[in-house]
């Protein structure tokens, strides 16, 4: 439980290396903007129709969750 505290503990500011750009979306996505407009940090931009993890978040998994085809993966693309 203190990594997951420290995570959304904004006075830390956690930077795990290498997680800044590692969510994408597979095939599936269908360009819907759930998970742009449910991240709570404006952390997802879409990019000529499907979103773009450019910047570092805070892992809260609220875009993977809400996506309604299960298009989002976490980790080195394919
Ligand atoms: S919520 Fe899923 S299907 Fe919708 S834009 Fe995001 S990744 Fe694509
Ligand atoms: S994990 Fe949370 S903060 Fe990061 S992009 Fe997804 S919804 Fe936004």
Do not use: V
């Not at 904004?10 to 599936?28: L, Q, R, V």
């Not at 742009?36 to 969750?65: L, V």
């Amino acid at each position: 439980m203190g990594l997951l505290r420290d995570l959304f503990d904004p006075k830390k500011k956690i930077k795990i290396k290498g997680m800044s750009d590692t969510f994408y979306a597979t095939e599936d996505c269908d360009g819907c903007g759930e998970c742009f407009r449910k991240c709570p940090t404006g952390h997802i931009r879409m990019i000529d129709g499907k979103p773009d993890w450019g910047k570092p978040c805070m892992m809260c998994a609220q875009c993977s969750s809400f996506c309604p085809r299960d298009a989002i993966r976490f980790g080195e693309k394919p």
